[in-house]
């Protein structure tokens, strides 16, 4: 009776899965990196050459191969078997594929590979240079599952195949996940590489872009390939290789590429099902169509649009919402040593070259034995052809086989295996021809164990034979990149998705925000009473109009002196008659804080040797840099320092030769350079811009641009345009010059805007009205002059807000 062991259950498991990740890890999932294979598919491409299924040979079913595999060396199932075979010979999932298969083995569409009966294959030729010289002792053998077969630890491959074509698998514990690349680099970064053993990862990437996948597209962070070649992990990302079409039905996007590892029809339904949610959602994304018209000479998904829709922002939610962009995690987790480690792109090629040197010293010194053993033979049997009449006596005269290699050995003085070659001899060998071949033999054995001891005793010689076998391989098997690498950046920014337009921007008085198509105002004629604006309610009413576009960064301006800023696009688009939502839903406000300007900045890259220029109430001016503004946190940023009395009323962007025209309710005016104030920081409080007199405030600034004139509103409904030629340059500080001769019939002056003759303004009024006017219909008057009615208001109305409305040219 066997004996019974008592054994912790804890220990034994410890020890049970500590075996079995081993067997998983070295034996399973994870490759050589010599050979950049697992074992199941290097038993593969064992099989197939002992069955000689060279790329010339005839097809062999695919069960015959498994069967083989299983049968000898991997006795798992067949179904995992043949679904290494197949991957072998499928193009969109090896770079560069080592089998060539016959039949159905599956496609991009992740449609599977018909049974293995029916479908037949053979290697590429690419294999056969994974297995050449596997015959002369060049790697190291081991006994199969049951001991009674041979089969390689490793291929004595001529190909860098762990990163020709990548790999990924998952283990206990670990996992590994290398992208494949082109061949025609790796080549160049190995030759490089030998030469110049001390180079650095960004030295070899001069030769070795990066990755270059089995279905091409297009790597957008290709900046981040060196600090991943550097450790070995990371992750960069694919996006699909698109082309936009027009025909008389409007724009297509054409899909020609797709990322590595997405199933076409999983993508195509992807889109589809984007679409549905959005338009479940009421939102539409302006696809028309979708068809696969892709054949045998590549992918082609056509995406129809809508007409009017623009493209690019339909690619954009795509990539963001389907796998038309994906991420590549990349985890260079290899066997070295037979010990599994992360390496990276250096030390994988350095392995794959100590690789090279052992299988060409091994494959030399055999080379080296044979040519010294068929050498001493030689020699023995020119030795016994010179003197052939004495070796043809011994030979009679001997009672057998034995007795004449002892005789033979003594007499001319021959080893054991020579004496056995002249025994085994022919008699037409006695001839003169032969004799001469003998000597010729002799003299190519004596070069080619001449040459093998250069190569084993010059290392220098023995690099370069891998510098030629590399560049043959390159040239025969070489092709041009794939994969464009580009430094465009993965992420999608949600403006990405945004179709530009221009919008009014309005605000009222009680912090209400909304965005509106600057294309609902129709042009009035001067003096009409105008259309609604915005709902009114509550007495609240429209303080500030402002004409952006969608992608334009808005700078808010508060009361308190504090810097908030917001997407345009975020601004939820309403309709005239709907008073939006509160400023509180998009910036953290105190309670008694107000928005006092919003400024539309366009272009973030515009912002340099720029300023924010703000002005209070109370006459105060300040300027800094704009650049002290980027990147405001959601709760604001301090912009200046302001008495409890005083408010922020007018902020610009200024330059340093710039000149700005200060106007006050009560129609004073004063003109002066941006230089006469001097940049200050965020929290300083600012100089005076004007002395005010009692009663009197600041309404707002304009820059002073001499190609236009100048635009006054006042709250009564009057306007004027006056030249800014009739504003004189003054010093900072003073009382300035009037604007208007006096305000008591036509109302304070609301706003003062630069204008040219073909700009239109909208007019808002309190009781939430707006009309639309062209400035050209506004009479240029003098300085004093009052000014014409420019809207009829209805009895308690009065004028809030006016701004310039920006046509698209």
């Not at 300040?622 to 405001?632: G, V």
């Amino acid at each position: 009776m066997s004996e019974i062991l008592n054994k912790s259950f804890e220990e034994e498991l410890k020890e049970s899965y500590l075996l079995y990740s081993l067997s998983v890890i070295t034996s399973r999932a994870i490759p050589d990196v010599r050979d950049g294979l697992k074992p199941v598919q290097r038993r593969i491409l064992y099989s197939m050459d002992e069955l000689n299924l060279k790329h010339n040979a005839a097809y062999k079913k695919c069960a015959r191969i498994v069967g083989e595999v299983m049968g000898k060396y991997h006795p798992h199932g067949d179904a995992a078997i043949y679904d290494a075979l197949v991957r072998m010979a499928q193009p969109f999932s090896l770079r560069y594929p080592l089998v060539i298969g016959q039949g159905n083995f599956g496609s991009i569409d992740k449609d599977p590979a018909a049974a293995m009966r029916y479908t037949e294959a053979k290697m590429h030729e690419l294999a056969e240079y994974m297995l050449m010289d596997i015959d002369k002792n060049t790697v190291e053998m081991m006994d199969n599952f049951d001991g009674s077969l041979k089969e390689p630890w490793v291929l004595p491959t001529r190909l860098p195949n762990l990163l020709m074509n990548g790999v990924n698998g998952i283990a206990v514990g670990m996992a590994t996940n290398i992208p494949s690349h082109n061949l025609t680099e790796l080549a160049e970064g190995i030759k490089y590489l030998i030469d110049n053993p001390d180079a650095s990862v960004e030295e070899l990437m001069k030769f070795i872009k990066g990755p270059d996948l089995p279905t091409g597209g297009i790597i957008v962070d290709g900046d981040k390939l060196k600090d991943i070649y550097e450790t070995g992990r990371g992750t960069f990302h694919i996006r699909s290789k698109y082309e936009f079409e027009e025909n008389k039905n409007g724009m297509s996007i054409v899909i020609k590429e797709i990322p590595y590892g997405v199933s076409k029809a999983d993508l195509i339904t992807q889109i589809a099902n984007y679409v549905t949610k959005q338009k479940e959602n009421k939102k539409d994304v302006g696809i028309r169509n979708i068809r696969d018209e892709s054949d045998k000479e590549g992918i082609r998904v056509v995406i129809e649009l809508k007409k009017n829709v623009n493209p690019q922002r339909v690619v954009n939610q795509l990539l963001k919402h389907t796998q038309m962009q994906i991420s590549f995690p990349v985890q260079m987790t290899v066997i070295d040593n037979r010990k599994p480690r992360v390496m990276n792109l250096k030390e994988i090629l350095q392995a794959f070259i100590n690789h090279r040197v052992d299988v060409i010293t091994r494959r030399t010194q055999f080379e080296l034995d044979k040519a010294r053993k068929r050498s001493h033979i030689v020699e023995g049997l020119m030795k016994a052809s010179e003197g052939i009449e004495a070796v043809i006596e011994i030979i009679r005269q001997s009672e057998g086989r034995e007795e004449a290699i002892n005789s033979l050995m003594e007499i001319i003085n021959v080893t054991k295996e020579q004496a056995n070659a002249i025994v085994d001899m022919r008699l037409i060998s006695l001839s003169k021809l032969e004799g001469q071949k003998l000597e010729k033999e002799y003299a190519e054995l004596t070069e080619k164990i001449k040459i093998a001891l250069e190569i084993l005793n010059n290392r220098e010689k023995l690099m370069e034979i891998i510098k030629e076998e590399t560049e043959e391989i390159k040239l025969k098997f070489g092709d041009e990149r794939r994969t464009v690498i580009t430094n465009s950046g993965a992420k999608i920014e949600e403006s990405d998705n945004i179709e530009e337009e221009d919008l009014v921007i309005v605000l009222t008085q009680w912090g209400y925000i909304k965005a509106m198509k600057s294309s609902e105002y129709k042009v009035q004629n001067r003096g009409g009473k105008g259309a609604k604006a915005i709902k009114k309610s509550d007495n609240d009413f429209i303080i500030q109009v402002l004409q952006t576009n969608s992608l334009s960064k808005l700078l808010f301006i508060t009361s308190k002196g504090k810097a908030f800023e917001l997407n345009a696009y975020k601004i939820e688009k309403s309709s005239k008659d709907t008073k939006g939502k509160h400023i509180s839903t998009y910036l953290y406000l105190e309670n008694d804080e107000k928005i006092k300007t919003i400024i539309p900045i366009e272009n973030k890259k515009d912002i340099e040797n720029k300023y924010i220029m703000l002005f209070t109430k109370k006459g105060t001016v300040k300027r800094t840099a704009l650049e002290e503004f980027s990147n405001i946190r959601r709760n604001g940023l301090k912009a200046i320092t302001i008495k409890e009395d005083d408010t922020v009323v007018d902020a610009l962007i200024v330059e340093e030769k710039d000149e700005v025209l200060v106007i006050s309710a009560k129609g004073m005016s004063l003109r002066f350079r941006v230089s006469d104030v001097r940049p200050m920081g965020r929290s300083a409080a600012g100089v005076r811009s004007i002395k005010l007199r009692e009663n009197d405030e600041v309404v707002n600034a304009v820059m002073v641009d001499n190609e236009k004139s100048l635009l006054l509103i006042t709250k009564y409904g009057f306007a004027k345009r006056v030249d800014f030629k009739d504003f004189r340059l003054q010093n900072r500080g003073g009382v300035g010059l009037k604007c208007v001769k006096e305000t008591s019939r036509i109302g304070d002056i609301v706003k003062a805007l630069a204008v040219t003759d073909e700009s239109h303004v909208i007019v808002f009024t309190k009781l939430g009205k707006a009309i639309r006017e062209e400035v050209s219909t506004i009479s240029s008057l003098s300085r004093y002059a009052i000014g014409v009615r420019a809207i009829r208001l209805d009895k308690e109305d009065i004028v809030a807000d006016a701004a310039v409305v920006i046509e698209d040219e």
